[in-house]
């Protein structure tokens, strides 16, 4: 009988849940929505000179850019992981004066312009920035090198992440931390053991956002790192390039830029379905 009453209770659940239903008129501005995302890029697909786009993407220079952008996305990514997770376990876990400082400089990078990010960056890092004089004394060059597109990209992706993973902790709650911590669980063990794996689609979620916003960036590298090919010239940067002199190509890169980054939106999304 408990069974059958729970059985019931689901269904009758289910059944007000596809009751629900919404203004219909909504239908015309996310119609409006939908056309405005896709319209462009339909446009674009009616511009690539399909004859000759084996050529335009297999080029020395695309396929240069486009591995750069892959190697450097991912290690970027990682990057944004390592000291993401911290930051959003941190902001969402305690509270400290100046906590909400700390939340705005953390997504500064969000709202200024990605060319603002490259100058910070440069006057930081460079020959003459803060810590690029004593690097120099070291040794050390970041400026205009593919570390400098890896922190150009860590710097503009870490929000991402950040926002992403903060919002999956504060709703999952600390119930379950509290009481693994009441049965003699350690900090660290309790963070391993059970804080990481409950909110493990939201890192993934993060991770993803992150990937995606650092294989389409440009303003804060292009200033930071320069377009050096092989180097420092990602798929955006050539693609910019290729635009003033060969437009066919340019066409042809976005969209394989478009291709591959929907690629990984959908795969991940895929894979967080099935966790």
């Known amino acids: 009988m408990p069974d059958s009453a729970n059985r019931n209770v689901m269904a009758t659940n289910a059944s007000l849940v596809k009751g629900v239903g919404f203004p219909r008129w ?37 396929l240069d850019a486009l591995w750069l952008s892959l190697r450097t ?56 920035g803060l810590l690029g004089r004593t690097l120099e004394v070291l040794g050390v060059e970041i400026a205009f090198t593919s570390v400098a597109v890896v922190l150009a990209q860590t710097f503009v992706a870490l929000p991402f ?9 504060r709703t999952a709650g600390q119930q379950y931390e509290v009481v693994a911590a009441t049965l003699g669980a350690p900090p660290t063990m309790v963070f391993r053991r059970i804080t990481l794996p409950l909110v493990f689609p939201g890192v993934v979620s993060g991770a993803v956002l992150a990937f995606a916003r650092c294989l389409g960036e440009f303003g804060a590298t292009i200033t930071f790192a320069g377009s050096l090919q092989g180097t420092t010239t990602t798929l955006p940067i050539q693609i910019y390039l290729e ?27 895929h894979r967080r379905g099935a966790l």
């Open 243 to 269: 635009r003033v002199s060969d437009p066919d190509a340019a066409v042809a890169l976005s969209l394989v830029l478009v291709v591959v980054a929907v690629a990984v939106i959908g795969l991940a999304g």
């Open 26 to 62: 909504l239908m015309v501005p996310a119609a409006l929505g939908a056309a405005f995302v896709g319209l462009p890029l339909l446009a674009m697909v009616t511009r690539v000179d399909w004859g000759n786009f084996a050529s335009l993407i297999t080029s020395q220079a695309a």
């Open 161 to 169: 992440l950040v926002i992403s993973l903060e919002g999956a902790l």
């Open 73 to 128: 996305s991912a290690t970027s990514t990682m990057l944004c992981i390592i000291v993401g997770v911290p930051m959003a376990v941190v902001l969402a876990r305690t509270q400290f004066p100046g906590q909400g400082l700390v939340r705005s400089l953390v997504l500064l990078p969000l709202v200024i312009p990605p060319v603002v990010s490259g100058i910070a960056l440069l006057y930081t890092f460079g020959r003459r």
